[in-house]
């Protein structure tokens, strides 16, 4: 069966974030250091691993905020000898980081925050020279099926692949790197029917998102356009 690869409208800015993203933010917020139980990790080979690649690890520790279980997400790498904290997870929240792909200096990943009837996903990437952790919310309008892959350009940008949604379609995304090194509201820019796209197929280079689907055909949409 041939893949239909169709273009996908840009669409106005929507609402990225639920109300159990901002109790978790105000909750992180409260948190005094006094209320946040930790301990320092003692070098690059303390915690869990979560992700490594050659001098590259991410890793985790567990403690506490507000007396409720969290964790914290170190980094090193080459240039960070001395781990990096770049993520502090929320009391009442359960908090997951994923599909970890290294794309030269920088680690792209996925945030799923589930709590309630609530369910988000952002795409994140950690620099690792400096250890400087960005996020873009998958909007309102867009969420529900799973983000299954992301991977980051050159620019550090992110592309990104979405399950299918109610038509049967996959989506292939992109929130691209700002001037002051934020990312934009991830957008999507492509719907996949007829066959499913090998996660780890996603590439993006030089403006252009590739991928393969199982059955042999391959894919290509701009970043934006």
């Known amino acids: 069966m041939k893949t239909r690869i169709l273009a996908w409208p840009d669409r106005a800015r929507g609402r990225r974030r639920r109300q159990a993203l901002l109790v978790a933010a105000a909750l992180a917020a409260a948190a005094s250091p006094a209320q946040a139980g930790f301990e320092p990790p003692s070098g690059c080979r303390s915690g869990t691993t979560l992700f490594r690649d050659g001098p590259v690890r991410l890793f985790r520790i567990a403690g506490s905020v507000a007396g409720e279980q969290a964790w914290r997400h170190y980094v090193c790498s080459a240039r960070i000898r001395t781990p990096k904290r770049f993520n502090e997870t929320s009391p009442g929240l359960d908090e997951t980081l994923s599909a970890f792909r290294r794309s030269g200096a920088r680690v792209a990943f996925i945030t799923t ?113």
């Open 113 to 225: 925050l589930a709590g309630g009837e609530s369910f988000d996903q952002a795409l994140g990437r950690v620099d690792l020279r400096t250890g400087r952790r960005r996020l873009a919310w998958i909007r309102n309008r867009d969420e529900g099926p799973t983000v299954l892959a992301v991977v980051a350009d050159e620019r550090g940008g992110l592309a990104y692949l979405q399950d299918q949604f109610d038509d049967g379609a996959q989506r292939i995304g992109f929130a691209r790197a700002r001037p002051d090194g934020r990312l934009a509201v991830p957008r999507p820019r492509a719907r996949v029917a007829g066959a499913r796209v090998v996660p780890g197929s996603l590439a993006v280079a030089n403006g252009l998102i590739t991928w393969r689907t199982r059955s042999g055909e391959t894919g290509a949409v701009p970043t934006e356009g």
